[in-house]
């Protein structure tokens, strides 16, 4: 076990699944086939190659999962490009984890659960969501309202037609951006399928997403009823150094690796500009 979060530690890579054209989830063990670090549902860890760069990671897997640690990370610069490249056995370093949590023990508990997820913005939710669905009675009825530019990239797909969707309780609603040979389910925007859908306001929503998907269904989560301290967010692609020190990660008096990366809407203020 990696016991100083600020340490790096040896890790080999035990799996490589491709989810959609740009997006690969990496199954990582310690060189003794143990799961690293403990975690929970929305923290993050520091994953680097040296000589090549590091980064902060979402943890996609669930805490309840205690034999292995799993990353779902887009391709998009030079440290994810090097990453997709891996084969497994390879390995690379990693350190964490960092920032707070969802709080799936305290005012998540026994709440009817509302997700909403854009591309590559579920695989933070993931781990939220194989949490509760782990302990499924400590929570009301799930909806997960999840988007992406078409069929090939939705993320989990398999997961979820295959597990999520089966489930009691758990209402599954996907959409994508345009009309596609072979897609037969709904078709627009995530923010505009939240009106279509229009939830309950009975529930506490957790958002994730590119940054204009986020502020738009925000505006429409309101529109509907729903307050901002019903709705919860993360914000870890503003992490870099993960110790508060690098001044990157700031929002107002916040700082995200320090006061987050997980924030109920009203603790932010405002929305940075970017978003």
């Known amino acids: 076990m990696i016991k100083d979060s600020l340490i790096p530690g040896v890790a080999a890579v035990a799996?490589?699944?491709?989810?959609?054209?740009?997006?690969?989830?990496?199954?990582?063990?310690?060189?003794?086939?143990?799961?690293p670090f403990e975690h929970l549902p929305g923290q993050c860890a520091m994953l680097s190659v040296p000589g090549v760069g590091?980064?902060?990671?979402?943890?996609?897997?669930s805490p309840t999962e205690k034999g292995y640690m799993e990353f779902s990370i887009k391709k998009c610069g030079c440290l994810t490009s090097w990453l997709h490249t891996i084969e497994p056995g390879q390995q690379i370093t990693v350190r964490g984890p960092?920032?707070?949590?969802?709080?799936?023990e305290g005012a998540l508990k026994g709440k009817n659960l509302l997700f909403i997820a854009g591309g590559i913005g579920l695989a933070p939710?993931?781990?939220?969501?194989?949490?509760?669905?782990?302990?499924?009675?400590?929570?009301?009825?799930?909806?997960?309202?999840?988007?992406?530019?078409?069929?090939?990239?939705?993320?989990f797909y398999e997961e979820i037609v295959g597990e999520w969707q089966k489930e009691e309780g758990i209402n599954v609603h996907l959409t994508i951006d345009r009309a596609q040979e072979g897609w037969e389910g709904h078709v627009g925007f995530v923010p505009d399928f939240v009106r279509e859908i229009s939830p309950d306001t009975d529930r506490t929503a957790l958002v994730c997403?590119?940054?204009?998907?986020?502020?738009?269904t925000?505006?429409?989560?309101?529109e509907l009823g729903f307050t901002e301290e019903q709705v919860y967010t993360t914000?870890?692609?503003?992490?870099?150094?993960?110790?508060?020190?690098?001044?990157?990660c700031n929002i107002g008096s916040k700082y995200v690796c320090k006061d987050?990366?997980?924030?109920?809407?009203d603790e932010l203020g405002a929305l940075p500009d970017e978003y």
Request: with cysteine; glycine share 8%.
């Open 15 to 35: 799996s490589v699944r491709a989810d959609t054209p740009d997006v690969k989830t990496f199954r990582i063990l310690t060189p003794e086939g143990k799961k």
């Open 54 to 61: 590091e980064a902060m990671f979402s943890i996609t897997s």
């Open 98 to 104: 960092y920032g707070n949590s969802f709080p799936v």
């Open 125 to 155: 939710l993931r781990s939220v969501i194989n949490y509760c669905r782990a302990y499924r009675e400590n929570y009301g009825k799930i909806d997960i309202v999840y988007g992406s530019r078409s069929k090939e990239d939705l993320v």
């Open 209 to 216: 997403g590119p940054p204009i998907m986020i502020k738009f």
């Open 218 to 222: 925000l505006a429409a989560l309101k």
């Open 235 to 248: 914000m870890e692609l503003r992490m870099k150094c993960g110790i508060g020190k690098c001044g990157r």
């Open 260 to 265: 987050g990366p997980v924030f109920r809407f």
